[in-house]
């Protein structure tokens, strides 16, 4: 039997990349290696970074002659005209073109700092373009589905994020300090409007529970950089810089607190190993409310429960005082007081709580069944797409075994 080539081009190397492409499709590999066969690359174009320079479409590209299903990860750093390139030159081809997105890039909140660099070079119509382009559209959660369908030229489906737990940096051994309760914040470079929702709260919980009970870990500054004198910080540091401002507003002397660097995709497992709690302050808005439970997934293997704001799937998975707590994005402040220092005072809570999310993740986020879905959804798309288009036969060839 013919396998399936797949060929998936990701975006950059971040953590969106890791989790959507590259995670699934190693782990395809290793389940159904008579299945198919995958290659990746950032670059199919071959494009030349130094001056710009693109091929034109009747120039040799190996790898899109290779793959049956170009697998496309969000919009590629090389830009969204790229992008949507590497679609048209596929469907040219005659490929199966699959674009998943974990992110509402056609709906990005004031504050958002891509909203600008999005409007300027009219990303939102190259989104909306691609979606209606490609044969199969996956996104992480039903709320994003029900806001993008109407931009959907081909089949959209929900395929949720999961995590291969097999993996080294989700194994490592768990610690804890039996003096304090150790909360953690894992974030990048473009939550600082969720900060915001947090701000202050540390420093009256602390005033709740007592400086010495409890310790405050935030995670994903960029590593420091040497500067000549009187030289100006990056950006990335600049808003790093904002959210200590923010997050640790009021503490003053207190020293219950640490900033730790991003972590790469492949060992960012670690970070929860050191936590009891885990925090995701949100503001609600479009964008906030499509996105995916994945932090869910990270906390549960660790046995850390979630405090999260209610926006998103999050309530699909969290239950007050069963696996962490939801709080109303509308809620004071001082219903997350309030919450953390329940918790703090109560470390069986905690315990129990990050034991009931731990059983929900190792069913719900199985990355067997999820790359299992994946597969069928190929088949499922190729046979309703021959039914379409008599002329073309996409991949008639391949079926999909279900032995892994």
């Known amino acids: 039997m013919a396998k399936l080539k797949i060929l998936g081009v990701y975006a950059n190397e971040g953590g969106c990349a890791y989790y959507r492409l590259i995670m699934p499709l190693q782990k395809l590999v290793e389940l159904y290696p008579e299945d198919v066969e995958v290659q990746f690359t950032q670059n199919p174009l071959n494009l030349d970074t130094s001056t710009g320079h693109l091929p034109d479409d009747e120039a040799p590209y190996p790898l899109l002659d290779w793959a049956d299903v170009i697998w496309i990860n969000n919009i590629s750093n090389f830009g969204g005209p790229y992008t949507a390139r590497v679609i048209g030159l596929s469907k040219k081809k005659g490929k199966f073109v699959h674009f998943d997105t974990d992110d509402l890039l056609i709906d990005l909140y004031e504050g958002h700092r891509l909203k600008q660099t999005y409007e300027d070079r009219n990303l939102y119509d190259i989104t909306k373009w691609m979606y209606g382009n490609a044969d199969l559209v996956t996104v992480t959660q039903r709320k994003f589905a029900e806001r993008v369908k109407q931009y959907v030229g081909g ?7 999961s995590i291969d737990y097999t993996l080294p940096c989700w194994n490592s051994a768990k610690t804890s300090d039996k003096k304090k309760t150790r909360v953690g914040w894992a974030g990048g470079i473009h939550h600082e409007e969720d900060v915001k929702e947090f701000a202050g709260i540390p420093w009256f919980v602390n005033q709740k529970v007592g400086k010495e009970r409890i310790e405050w870990n935030f995670y994903g500054a960029p590593a420091p950089v040497e500067r000549k004198k009187g030289e100006k910080k990056e950006w990335q540091h600049q808003v790093w810089d904002n959210y200590k401002k923010i997050l ?32 995701a302050p949100l503001q609600m808005n479009a964008f906030n409310d499509s996105k995916s439970e994945i932090k869910v997934a990270e906390c549960g293997r660790y046995l850390v429960p979630l405090i999260a704001s209610n926006v998103g799937c999050y309530d699909e998975t969290i239950v007050n005082g069963k696996t962490g707590f939801l709080i109303d994005p509308d809620a004071p402040k001082s219903e997350w007081v309030r919450v953390l220092t ?46 379409r288009h008599k002329d073309h036969k996409y991949n008639k060839e391949w079926t999909f075994s279900g032995n892994g």
């Open 155 to 161: 089949v959209l489906a929900v395929v949720k994020n």
């Open 248 to 279: 640790l507003r009021g503490f003053k002397n207190a020293k219950n607190w640490s900033i730790g660097q991003a972590m790469p995709p492949d060992r960012y497992g670690t970070m929860y190993s050191l936590m009891d709690i885990a925090i």
């Open 342 to 387: 329940k918790c703090a005072k109560n470390p069986k809570l905690v315990r129990q709580m990050g034991e009931n999310l731990h059983q929900v993740t190792e069913e719900y986020f199985d990355i067997n069944k999820v790359v299992k879905h994946r597969l069928e959804l190929y088949q499922e798309c190729f046979k309703l797409l021959n039914e």
